[in-house]
């Protein structure tokens, strides 16, 4: 069957928590996907493709490796893999992420979300997330309408992704908020499936690029305020309060 949904995955100097997630992507789910890992320090090419050969060996047909000329950057990874993609779906996910045993629906629960109507993006519950998909949001529905999708794992559409321009690289971070309030503003709803579960470390590359000044205070202020600049308070705030809707009733909380 041709792959109907591309992963993307942006990395930089991160082999053994690659190898771990496309483990145990390849282990524990089961879809028609193919993956693009965008490898953005060109110095790690030859390392990089010797430590995919290991446990992955056997599905290299379904990996391909894009090896930047300079480090391109979350966003900027991410755009190179939308042009050149041709599939009907296309999944922003992170490098130091790791599916769970008896996850082999996952896919499917994501994809199926597309059926509640004009939905722009959908993303999982997990542990390492902010606003409405953390796992420590208790007594919500499995699946919910939100005002706010993490880019650890998002999944849309590809050519509704291209038509609103992909990622925005001028941006100094905060770039599923972007994405968030341009599906909203398109008219497209955000749905979170709760009962796909995908396990998330967290702030992996941005710390070891950044220091601690990723994710300070000022590295928030500075991405907030560069939202507010491009999209206004009202909706920076609507995005920011990650609030969520039951599907049926419309009620938000």
Known sequence: ?????????????NFQMLS?????????????????????APQDADFLSASLEGPNAQFKDRISIINMEINKGWMGALNIALDSCDTQYFCMMNDDVVFI????????????????GDVGAVGPCSNFVSGSQSLMVLNTPDIIETSLLIGFCM?????????????????????????SIRALDSGKKLICHRQ???HHHGQQTGKRIKGEYWDSLDHQERTNNAIIRKHGVRKWHRTFSAGWNF?????EQ
Do not use: R
């Open 196 to 198: 796909a579960y995908l």
């Open 20 to 40: 771990d997630c496309l483990t145990s992507l390849f282990k524990y789910t089961d879809f028609p996907y193919k993956v693009v890992v965008l490898n953005n």
């Open 1 to 13: 069957m041709n792959p109907l949904l591309t992963i993307a995955i942006p990395t930089y100097h």
């Open 155 to 179: 999944l849309l559409e590809t050519e509704f992704f291209k038509s609103i321009g992909g990622a925005d690289e001028t941006l100094p971070g905060g770039d599923d908020f972007d994405l």
């Open 101 to 116: 045993p008896g996850n082999a629906l996952f896919w499917e629960q994501l994809v199926s979300s597309f059926n509640y």
């Open 247 to 251: 599907l049926s009733e419309g009620t």
